[in-house]
C-alpha cells in the first residue's frame, strides 16, 4: 500500500480510505498471524517450518465502515486460525441460530424462511442447532461470570425488552444489561440478564452474584425507577446512593401530561433536575393545574432525584441518566430486528451476549470515559 496514494484517497474520499487502510492492516494481521502458524515466511526454507502456504481465500467482513474484501492466507497440512474474524463469526453465529431455532421450533415465518435461504444453510437439524447452541452457551457462561476484577464506582442497569415464545403464546420480556464506570474511568459490562419479575428479590439476587464475582467500591446506582431497586440498593450496597435517571424520570411526568402542555412542563422539570430549589416550585405549579399523577411521579423520587451533584462537577453529564447503555440497547435491537420473536429465553441470551462481548471489548480497550482522580 503506497501511503502517499492513500493520503490523496483521503482528500477524495475519506471513508473509502479508512475501508482501505483497515483492509490493509488486518491484512497485515492475518499475514503475521500465517507466519507463525507457518512457522517460516513465504518460500523460506528452515527447520522450523510446520506448514506450507496454500494461496489466499476471500472473505467479507462487516464492520462499523461498511464491507472490507479481505484476503484469508490458507495452510496446506492445517487449517489456518485468526482471530480477526473472531468477533464477527461469534455474533453473526449467535443470530443464525437463534433464527434456526426459531425455523426448527415453527416460530418461522416466509420472513425466517426467505433469512434461511440466503445464509445458505441447507439440511438443517436438531443436532447441528444443538451443538451450535452449546458452543455460544459456554461463551455465555464465561463472560456472565467473569471476575470483576476493578472497582466499580458508578453502577448502571437498564433494560430493553424483546418477544420470547412461551409455548402457544408470545411475552415480552426484559433484559437487564449492568455496566459501571470503573476507578480508572473506562466503562464495563458487568452483567445482563433476563427478567421474570422485578421485586427485591431479583434486584437482590442479581447484585448478589455481582459481588460475588468481586464487585466492590459501588457509591451510585444509577438505573429507572424499576420495582423493587430501591429497597434493593439499601440492603446489597449499603452507604451508596441510588439516582434516578433523568430521562426516564422525564418520561415518565410528561406521559402523565396533556400533550399541548409537555413542552413548558419539560422545561420547568429539565431546570428542576439541575437545581434542587426548583423541584418545589415545580410542585406547585403542578398543583395548580391539577396534574396529580404528575405531581406522585416527582414525589416518589423526590430525594433520588440529585445525589449525582454529591460527585465531582465534570462527571454530573454522564451520572444523571443510564444514556451509557443507549447505544447498548439500540445495537441489541438492530440485530435482532430480523429474529421478530425468540423462541426462547437462552437464544435470546446467546445473541446479546455475544453482541455484549463486542462492545466491552470496545470499551476497555477505547477511550477513557471519566476522570478520575488518583
Request: glycine residues 4%; hydrophobic residues 35%; contains cysteine.
Amino acid at each position: 500500500m503506497n501511503l502517499y496514494d492513500l493520503l490523496e484517497d483521503y482528500f477524495v474520499d475519506s471513508e473509502d480510505a479508512v475501508r482501505t487502510l483497515i483492509t490493509w492492516f488486518l491484512n497485515q494481521v492475518m499475514e503475521f498471524e500465517a507466519l507463525q502458524q507457518a512457522g517460516a515466511e513465504k518460500y523460506e526454507r528452515n527447520d522450523s517450518r510446520k506448514s506450507q502456504r496454500n494461496g489466499y481465500r476471500k472473505r467479507s467482513l462487516t464492520t462499523r465502515n461498511g464491507t472490507l474484501e479481505l484476503l484469508k492466507p490458507q495452510l496446506r497440512d492445517v487449517p489456518f486460525q485468526t482471530q480477526v474474524f473472531e468477533r464477527y463469526s461469534r455474533t453473526e453465529k449467535a443470530l443464525a441460530n437463534a433464527i434456526m431455532e426459531s425455523y426448527l421450533q415453527g416460530v418461522s415465518t416466509r420472513k425466517i424462511k426467505h433469512i434461511i435461504s440466503q445464509l445458505g444453510i441447507e439440511n438443517i437439524s436438531a443436532s447441528r442447532v444443538s451443538r451450535i447452541a452449546q458452543e455460544l452457551d459456554e461463551k455465555v457462561r464465561e463472560f456472565l461470570s467473569k471476575p470483576i476484577e476493578q472497582e466499580i464506582k458508578y453502577l448502571f442497569v437498564d433494560a430493553t425488552y424483546f418477544k420470547i415464545r412461551d409455548s402457544v403464546r408470545y411475552t415480552n420480556k426484559a433484559l437487564f444489561v449492568v455496566a459501571g464506570v470503573r476507578k480508572d474511568g473506562y466503562r464495563e459490562i458487568l452483567g445482563a440478564r433476563i427478567a421474570d419479575s422485578e421485586d427485591a428479590m431479583f434486584w437482590e439476587d442479581l447484585f448478589t452474584d455481582l459481588k460475588k464475582r468481586g464487585l466492590t467500591g459501588v457509591e451510585m446506582i444509577i438505573s429507572d425507577g424499576h420495582k423493587g431497586i430501591q429497597k434493593a440498593v439499601t440492603t446489597s450496597f449499603p452507604g451508596s446512593s441510588w439516582q434516578m435517571c433523568h430521562v426516564h424520570l422525564m418520561r415518565a411526568v410528561l406521559k402523565t401530561i396533556p400533550k399541548k402542555h409537555q413542552k413548558e412542563v419539560a422545561e420547568k422539570i429539565k431546570e428542576a433536575m439541575e437545581d434542587p430549589l426548583q423541584l418545589s416550585k415545580v410542585g406547585e405549579y403542578l398543583e395548580e393545574r391539577k396534574f396529580n399523577k404528575a405531581i406522585e411521579t416527582l414525589d416518589r423520587f423526590h430525594f433520588d432525584t440529585h445525589n449525582y451533584q454529591a460527585f465531582p462537577k465534570e462527571h454530573w453529564r454522564k451520572i444523571r441518566t443510564t444514556n451509557i447503555l443507549e447505544r447498548v440497547n439500540k445495537e441489541l435491537k438492530r440485530k435482532s430486528k430480523v429474529i421478530g420473536a425468540f423462541p426462547n429465553e437462552e437464544a435470546l441470551l446467546r445473541l446479546s451476549v455475544s453482541i455484549l462481548i463486542d462492545i466491552n471489548e470496545e470499551w476497555i480497550t477505547g477511550n477513557r470515559y471519566l476522570s478520575m482522580e488518583d
